[in-house]
């Protein structure tokens, strides 16, 4: 006998419970990345970098997911929405420190042209900005970003509404689908299943079995036929 939940799916096919246990894995490799962001420098590990004032908020929250990913996984394996909030919580504010430095950066790109003979120019340093503006590729670099965010955002957003609504379904604390392992068989194979005859039919006549005479070779002596009930359970011996 088997006991499942029904949560629904992600991602059309994956069921609910392993698509929000890939989302977690997935919070605990970009913590990762972050780490080596944070340590590099590098702007390639990062989805931002053109504003300089928000330059390193997606890292840093990102670097956080080491913790929450595996608190995440750990709530889904053991069906604990204590464990499993922080995962949502980290979620919602991953989601609006990448919408929130996606505005500030393409505020930002908006610059791009004048840049090089801009008075802000003398205050910040902003290489990423500058070399974009010397190459003559600022429409094209605002539209590959404009694309890139919103793509990222979908992606982060679709994962919080899914980890979001497995999380609500374990607080509801859903009944289970109990399976007796005989269901495939179809109505005739469970009655051959548990011996007994079909219940639609009258009532037997006194006297006779409830099952026709069974091979000795299967079930023993043929001197004696063992009667089930309607419940399939044993209920004597009958005498041919």
């Known amino acids: 006998m088997a006991f499942t939940r029904d949560h629904g799916t992600c991602c059309i096919v994956l069921p609910l419970k392993l698509g929000v246990s890939l989302v977690a894995m997935l919070a605990f490799v970009d913590s990762v990345v972050s780490i080596v962001a944070t340590f590099t420098g590098d702007i390639r590990f990062q989805p931002n970098g053109y504003n300089e004032?928000?330059?390193?908020?997606?890292?840093?929250?990102?670097?956080?997911?080491?913790?929450f990913g595996f608190s995440?996984?750990?709530?889904?394996?053991?069906?604990?929405?204590?464990?499993?909030?922080?995962?949502?919580?980290?979620?919602?504010?991953?989601?609006?420190?990448?919408?929130?430095?996606?505005?500030?950066?393409?505020?930002?790109?908006?610059?791009?042209?004048?840049?090089?003979?801009?008075s802000d120019r003398a205050r910040e340093v902003n290489q990423q900005l500058l070399s974009l503006s010397e190459a003559g590729v600022c429409p094209w670099a605002r539209l590959a970003y404009m694309v890139g965010s919103l793509?990222?955002?979908?992606?982060?957003?679709?994962?919080?509404?899914?980890?979001?609504?497995?999380?609500?379904?374990?607080?509801?604390n859903p009944a289970y689908h109990i399976d007796f392992g005989a269901e495939k068989h179809g109505m005739e194979g469970r009655w051959d299943h548990f011996q007994v005859k079909d219940p639609r039919l009258p009532e037997h006549e006194e006297g006779l079995p409830l099952l026709p005479q069974l091979k000795e070779s299967e079930y023993g002596s043929a001197d004696k036929v063992k009667r089930y009930g309607p419940d399939g359970q044993e209920m004597g011996d009958v005498d041919i």
């Open 53 to 67: 004032h928000f330059y390193r908020v997606p890292v840093f929250i990102g670097v956080f997911g080491i913790f």
């Open 151 to 172: 793509m990222v955002q979908g992606f982060w957003a679709y994962c919080f509404y899914h980890t979001y609504s497995y999380w609500r379904q374990l607080q509801s």
């Open 72 to 118: 995440g996984l750990l709530g889904i394996y053991d069906d604990k929405p204590a464990w499993l909030r922080w995962l949502v919580y980290y979620l919602g504010v991953k989601q609006v420190a990448l919408l929130v430095t996606s505005i500030a950066d393409y505020s930002t790109l908006w610059k791009c042209e004048s840049w090089p003979t801009s």
